[in-house]
């Protein structure tokens, strides 16, 4: 049968089905791309800025099906799904970048097209207030018909407020196309759209490959946190985590010793720390009610710690000579009563 097919096809459509055929032994990714509503020069920017990470070949699509079935007898059956992401204008992309790298390639190389009328807004587009580049003359009608608000100041074209000409999923009108294309605004994004990618017997669909790098990113890292987290907690070790866990271990065992008052080796020093502490304010407590009672050397170290006690005569002192002049003033009250 394969015989039979390549007698019907004519020799130019063989040299070019040779050339796929060999292409798909010498890429390992290949994809199928939606080229429809790129014009050509664009393209062929596109497709020059992808030099040396891709090669696309653009042909009938009859031709790359025939090219996919061939290279599916030859190489790998699971290519022959390639074929259901064909529709409208297409061609076929060879890369040696995995498909979710290839995808980004493509949506990094895009380039920037003016609005034509009819066309959907792909994003929220505001003309800011301020003076204009135009010289007075119809531009001014062709701004308010657009819905700015404008007019001539200072010999001048002015926009008079922000303005909201364009929502983001709304039809672009002919005058809005046209203003945008004076004032050298291009919404329109172009590049090749991946719809499909084989690599190593899997078909990534184009939804799959379209992903937010960052997003992704932060979603890994969150993941990654919450499980050494997790692994932690319960006590579970792992590479990552037996030494977290471990310290958590001895720090409670810590905390146990210390708290029950066991004098080994690491918590010694603590205990003893905290006994002189002890020690040290009952002296002072002691030497508060009565200046002889504490030896030399006890002041000294009192001294030394800096703690200083609280004499209590002073208060006593202080007490006894308000009293008089509580007496005083009783005594007045009495006079006057």
Known sequence: MAAKAERKVAAWKQEVLSELIEMFDRYPVVG?????????????????????????????????????????????????????????????????LNPFKLSRTLQMNKINAPAKPGTISPRDIVIPAGETDFSPGPIVGELQRAGIKARIQAGKVVVLEDAHIAKQGEVITKEVADVLAKLGIYPIELYLKLRAAYDSGTIFPGDVLAIDETQVMNQIRDASINAVNLSINVNYPTDVTIGAILAKASAAAHNVALNACLPIAEILPILLAQANARMLSLASAILARDANALDERLKEMLAASGVEPKIEEKREEESKEEKPKKEEITGLGALFG
Do not use: C, H, W
């Not at 799904?81 to 409208?88: A, I, P």
């Open 32 to 96: 199928v791309l939606n080229i429809g509503g790129l014009p050509a020069a664009q393209f062929q920017r596109i497709r020059q800025q992808l030099y040396g990470q891709a090669e696309i070949v653009v042909s009938k699509n009859t031709l790359l099906k025939l090219a996919i079935e061939r290279a599916a007898e030859q190489k790998d059956p699971k290519l022959q799904e390639l074929m259901n992401y064909f529709e409208g204008p297409s061609a076929l992309i060879f890369s040696r």
